[in-house]
């Protein structure tokens, strides 16, 4: 049980290219999230879906595209790199429980530099 | 609007001494709380989780929290702090939707032997 997997774990871009962070879990959470870690700011929601086909934005989306095809997958895409966006990225995934306390499972991290 | 306050970015205390991790919530409803540890260069793991069933939690590693209402606050603590404690803790809340969680800035913990 792998649980929630991030690819790459280091990444250094140039301004203005694209890239795709991947992310995958295997634990049939129906909940997927991405979120950036910056220093002094904590974890900020880029994007979240709620199942495949369905996704919405979080607090910062701008610069970030993502797709949910199926239910394992959740993909991260910077279409057009900028410093600002060099940061820790860490994939979540979730499920709905009675309590309604929903526990993420995070991957290990993806640190991305943009130069 | 949920959202979450650290108090100390960093906080120092000797090996064996009392660990206690400042939080403070903002909700608009009975709020789902959350405490998560991240060691060196790995992802965020679960310590424990306020659900309304009880206003003390115990959680792993001997760590425990106590909401108060009347403060809004959900304060992280462990009676002795051990060396293997030394992480960076942070207190989230989940948002409306169940799929939406607010993270506070994280408080660093250092243990000093």
């Known amino acids: 049980n792998a649980g929630v997997t991030q690819t790459p774990k280091f990444q250094v871009l140039k301004t203005g290219q694209s890239m795709t962070l991947q992310c995958a879990q295997d634990m049939n959470h129906e909940y997927m999230s991405w979120y950036r870690q910056d220093p002094g700011m904590g974890l900020r929601l880029i994007h979240y879906s709620v199942g495949a086909g369905i996704t919405d934005q979080g607090e910062v989306p701008n610069g970030y595209n993502v797709s949910r095809s199926t239910t394992e997958d959740f993909p991260l895409r910077l279409l057009s790199a900028a410093p600002s966006q060099t940061s820790v990225y860490f994939c979540?995934?979730?499920?709905?429980?009675?309590?309604?306390?929903?526990?993420?499972?995070f991957g290990a991290g993806s640190r991305l530099t943009v130069l | 609007a949920q959202s979450v306050t650290q108090l100390g970015s960093h906080v120092s205390v000797s090996e064996g001494a009392l660990v206690l991790l400042r939080c403070n919530y903002s909700s608009s409803v009975p709020p789902y709380l959350f405490w998560y540890v991240q060691y060196p260069n790995q992802g965020l793991q679960l310590l424990l989780k306020?659900?309304?069933?009880?206003?003390l939690v115990k959680g792993i590693n001997g760590f425990e929290a106590e909401f108060k209402k009347s403060e809004t606050s959900f304060h992280l603590t462990k009676p002795s702090a051990h060396m293997s404690d030394a992480a960076e803790y942070f207190c989230a809340v989940r948002g409306n939707t169940g799929n939406q969680f607010y993270f506070g800035t994280g408080t660093s913990l250092t243990v000093i032997p």
């Open positions: 979540a995934s979730s499920y709905s429980t009675v309590s309604g306390a929903n526990v993420l499972t």
């Open positions: 306020y659900t309304s069933a009880a206003t």
